[in-house]
């Protein structure tokens, strides 16, 4: 017994495939990077969360300061004052987590553990919606296993994992992520043949 396909579903999916088999080469390109990325941040793991901890110090301080800088001339602009007191307490925060680095380690824990549970059940429900399309989705959903798995241990070992743990499991997220873009890249490549 054979299901009739929807000539419209037909269609994206022809188009979906196509347009990740011609951009395969920048798929793999972006897995080598994350997984050379990650095997650094796995072989030094307490510098990798210092330096992550420092760049989202950075980060939010630049980012306020644009946002600042970007709604200044439009004081008239309804929420202005909300908006500029976001702006105030992002450059504040950049600014604790700059001069107090544990304290923002140990801040960046707990939101690291909200990240991997999030990009977890993402990447568990984008490997579903990919097992259409793709022989290798298996990749995917192992790497939102692997992020849930790591949120629990991060929470297990609360407080006194909260100074390597960051750059180790940012590492290994990373690994996990370059071989599923390395993976798909792969696959991606012999599509050709199907979507002509």
Do not use: C
Not at 4 to 31: C, M, S, Y
Not at 86 to 106: D, K, N, W, Y
Not at 166 to 189: D, W
């Amino acid at each position: 017994m054979t299901l009739a396909i929807n000539p419209g579903v037909e269609a994206i999916r022809r188009r979906v495939l196509t347009t990740v088999h011609d951009h395969w080469k920048l798929f793999l390109f972006q897995g080598i990077l994350m997984l050379i990325l990650g095997m650094l941040a796995v072989a030094l793991p307490n510098i990798s969360t210092l330096e992550i901890e420092l760049l989202v110090g950075w980060l939010l301080i630049v980012g306020g300061f644009f946002r600042a800088a970007t709604i200044f001339g439009k004081r008239h602009m309804p929420g202005f004052w909300w908006s500029l007191l976001s702006a105030v307490l992002a450059v504040a925060l950049g600014t604790i987590l700059i001069a107090r680095p544990l304290q923002g380690v140990i801040t960046l824990t707990i939101v690291m553990t909200v990240f991997f549970v999030i990009e977890g059940v993402a990447a568990v429900l984008i490997a579903l919606e990919y097992r259409r399309y793709l022989r290798n989705w298996s990749w995917t959903l192992l790497s939102g296993l692997i992020n849930l798995v790591l949120a629990y241990l991060i929470w297990n070992g609360w407080p006194s994992t909260a100074t390597w743990v960051i750059g180790l499991y940012v590492g290994i997220n990373l690994i996990f992520l370059g071989v599923q873009l390395i993976m798909t890249a792969i696959a991606a490549r012999g599509l050709r043949s199907t979507t002509g």
